[in-house]
Nanobody, 123 residues
C-alpha cells in the first residue's frame, strides 16, 4: 500500500522560506514521478511542481517559478519543495502525489496523495 507523508509546513511571514518534504513508502513502481499541489480554502487543488517521467526535467506553475524548487532523493524515495520569497497567496495545504499519466498539471492524473501539510504566510 502506497503511503505519502508530507511535513515541513508552518506559519511564516511574507518573504520567508520553508522547505516541505514528502516521504513515500510501499511504492512498487518508483519510476512514477512525484509532484506537489496545493489547495487554498474555498479553491480547487492546483498544480505547483513535478518531475518529468524521464526524471531529467521539472515543471512549475507560473505563480511559483523562480521562487520554488522541487528536488528528490531517489534512494530514500522522497521529494522536497524549497519555497523562497513566500507570499500570502501561497497560503494553502500542500499535498504531494504520485503521477499516473502525462497530464502533470491535472490532479486527476495522480494515483496517490498524502494528507497534506499546511503553509500559512502572513503579510
Amino acid at each position: 500500500q502506497v503511503q505519502l507523508v508530507e511535513s515541513g509546513g508552518g506559519l511564516v511571514q511574507a518573504g520567508a522560506s520553508l522547505r516541505l518534504s514528502c516521504a513515500a513508502s510501499g511504492r512498487a513502481n518508483k519510476r512514477k514521478p512525484m509532484g506537489w499541489f496545493r489547495q487554498a480554502p474555498g479553491k480547487e487543488r492546483e498544480f505547483v511542481a513535478v518531475f518529468s517521467w524521464s526524471g531529467d526535467r521539472t515543471y512549475y506553475a507560473d505563480s511559483v517559478k523562480g521562487r520554488f524548487t522541487i528536488s528528490r532523493d531517489n534512494a530514500k524515495d522522497t521529494i522536497a519543495l524549497q519555497m523562497n520569497s513566500l507570499r500570502p497567496e501561497d497560503t494553502a495545504v500542500y499535498y504531494c502525489g504520485v503521477l499516473g499519466t502525462s497530464e502533470y498539471d491535472n490532479p486527476r492524473a495522480y494515483d496517490h496523495w498524502g494528507k497534506g501539510t499546511l503553509v500559512t504566510v502572513s503579510s
